[in-house]
């Protein structure tokens, strides 16, 4: 372990949490891995956690104990992400990395804020904050947001005068077969054909959407020849509910758990039901057009920047799916506006924001 760059992750997944922060933060670990990096994740012990699967990338997990209801009580929105409050967390965090003081502290978080930052502030040497929101002050060495539409302005007032912004889809992180599988995904686009469908709404959708998508996609007769594939979380805790409907479909369909090769499963897709996040900017990286449903209230700002730009459709939340979606899929069963959704979402991302957001963490290290 000597020499090497000590790199600690403070993030949590979770069934309220989903997993779309810890596995940004696991793609970033692979990279600086890669570099020889020694990577530990901290991480809470709560429902849906991602131990297992860290572990199987080998990096090291350091988990937090469980906190009973009584230290989340009086919490409130995503502060209660956190299960206790955030000096406990603060103090659990410093606790587990006493004996591998890290080079960089990542924080992944949408409960962590400046205060929490700052009683961390003497036990690291540098400080990446990875947020979406801009709703609450920092203190980082660099910020990054990679959402599309994000401005440096955003972030005035939140953040020391020193600190780095990476803003944008430039910056997102997505593993590297995203860019690797990126021009034979954009060239077998030109038919502009829909024959499959992959339905992708989170590791962990509780809410059980993907139900609602895969009924009005079998209502729309247009879609008879289609093929559905349906990729669920290894913790999504309707999968089987959804396995039984998939069996009493009219459209050929599947499910696939724990998927380890997305990028293939989207570059073989002629369009995409999904959320806004993580998983969107992949799909823009191989030119894949989608279809957007609102899963929680913070990705309305993407959704509705994503929509914007012509890449892809928003259709609303949940109560919109089964109204909307049919008609969606509809208006999308022409070659023409395919191929023209392929080619502006493919110009948004290309694909190399981990490796350039690296670099920033190597230079400055």
Not at 27 to 48: S, Y
Not at 102 to 112: E, T
Request: with cysteine; charged share 25%.
């Amino acid at each position: 372990m000597a020499g090497k760059m000590v790199v600690v992750f403070r993030v949590d997944a979770s069934l309220e949490i989903g997993t779309g922060h810890a596995m940004r933060c696991l793609t970033l670990a692979d990279v600086l891995q890669a570099k020889h990096a020694r990577c530990i994740f901290v991480m809470r012990n709560l429902p849906g956690n991602l131990e297992s699967l860290v572990k199987s990338k080998d990096h090291e997990v350091r988990m937090l104990p469980e906190r009973g209801p009584s230290d989340s009580e009086v919490l409130t929105g995503h502060e209660g992400w956190l299960r206790t409050d955030w000096k406990t967390d603060a103090a659990d965090t410093i606790a587990a990395i006493q004996d591998a003081p890290p080079d960089w502290l990542i924080v992944d978080h949408y409960a962590l804020d400046a205060r929490w930052e700052q009683a961390l502030a003497d036990s690291v040497e540098s400080l990446l904050v990875i947020d979406d929101l801009a709703d609450r002050p920092h203190v980082c060495d660099v910020l990054l947001d990679q959402n599309l539409g994000r401005s440096q302005s955003d972030y005035d007032g939140l953040l020391p005068q020193t600190a780095v912004k990476l803003m944008g889809l430039r910056y997102a992180l997505l593993r590297p077969e995203f860019a690797d599988k990126r021009a034979i995904s954009i060239a077998r686009r030109r038919s502009g054909a829909v024959q499959t469908i992959l339905v992708s709404m989170g590791g962990v959708d509780s809410e059980n959407i993907t139900s609602d998508v895969l009924r009005a996609l079998d209502s729309v007769q247009e879609l008879k020849s289609c093929h559905v594939t349906v990729v669920m979380g290894r913790g999504a805790p309707h999968a089987e509910e959804i396995s039984e409907l998939i069996q009493r479909m009219r459209l050929r369909a599947r499910m696939m758990v724990n998927v380890g090769d997305m990028a293939s499963l989207m570059s073989d897709a002629d369009l995409a039901i999904g959320a806004a996040g993580g998983t969107a900017w992949e799909r823009c990286c191989l030119g894949l057009p989608s279809l957007l449903v609102v899963m929680a209230a913070n990705q309305k700002p993407g959704t509705d920047a994503l929509a914007r730009t012509g890449a892809a459709l928003a259709v609303g939340d949940r109560t919109h799916v089964s109204e909307s979606l049919a008609g969606a899929v509809r208006s999308l069963l022409d070659p023409a506006h395919i191929r023209a959704m392929s080619d502006r979402a493919a110009s948004l991302c290309d694909g190399q924001g981990v490796r350039r957001v690296v670099a920033q963490m190597l230079g400055g290290a």
